[in-house]
């Protein structure tokens, strides 16, 4: 069987375009890019995913993979699949970021261990919200919907020299202050709640000055702020919801759609 040039470079851009986009999705991603994944099993998941997607891509570019125009359709893959990951980083993010507010308001800011998603330190209450989101994210098939959108990401945005362009970045911004926004709404009950224990310690305080408030007012802070923590887990799931939906919807806006 003779092939030539173009055959080849057909078959290689074939897999090697989708496998940049997936492999960008799956590094950046939650869950999918944990740190606490060995590379080896990401490594087989990426090449599984290809593989399963490669039936549901129409059309692929015959375009020599070496040559400017190929290394320009890996970068082009390479931003769609960062930008996709990114997004749904950015939600968790928010999860962390609001345990990182209510712990310091606890007085818990100094209470860190390895984050087995990021390996970094990481305040615990943060981990835990971090955990909380993963298991509402999974109960939810949220990987199986965000494998669903990586699908529909090549009829969308189908592998060209173009498809990242201005708009896809400035997605990426406005979602970002989504992200501060969605940290403050997850935190707001308890540092409210905490707020006035502490003008309560305040004003026990200047009322009876030889009460030592700091050995008093800390194991109540804390026992207070745990039981805030707790009562206040419904609105933390319907958080949750709404910023994963928002998640979703941002990403059917990145990938041209109405989300």
Do not use: C
């Amino acid at each position: 069987m003779l092939l030539n040039s173009a055959e080849i470079a057909a078959w290689v851009g074939s897999f090697l375009w989708p496998l940049a986009r997936v492999a960008a999705l799956v590094t950046v991603a939650p869950i999918f890019g944990a740190r606490m994944i060995p590379r080896r099993v990401r490594l087989m998941l990426v090449l599984a995913l290809t593989w399963a997607i490669l039936p549901f891509i129409k059309s692929v570019p015959v375009i020599e993979p070496l040559s400017p125009a190929g290394v320009l359709v890996v970068a082009q893959q390479i931003l769609i699949g960062l930008s996709m990951g990114f997004l749904f980083r950015l939600a968790f993010t928010a999860l962390e970021l609001g345990g990182l507010m209510i712990a310091t308001q606890m007085g818990l800011g100094f209470a860190s261990l390895v984050d087995p998603q990021n390996g970094a330190q990481s305040p615990l209450l943060s981990q835990f919200y971090t955990l909380l989101g993963t298991l509402v994210f999974l109960g939810l098939n949220g990987h199986l919907m965000l494998i669903q959108l990586l699908v529909d990401s090549f009829e969308v945005l189908p592998v060209a020299t173009s498809g990242a362009d201005r708009d896809l970045l400035w997605t990426l911004v406005t979602w970002a202050s989504r992200m501060f926004a969605g940290a403050v709404l997850i935190a707001l009950p308890a540092i409210a709640s905490l707020l006035v224990v502490n003008l309560a310690f305040g004003v026990m305080t200047r009322a009876a000055p030889q009460l030592n408030i700091f050995s008093v007012g800390f194991p109540i802070g804390l026992i207070l702020g745990l039981l805030i923590i707790l009562y206040n887990l419904p609105t933390l799931l319907y958080q949750l919801d709404h910023l994963f939906a928002d998640a979703f919807q941002r990403v059917g806006q990145l990938l041209g759609g109405s989300g």
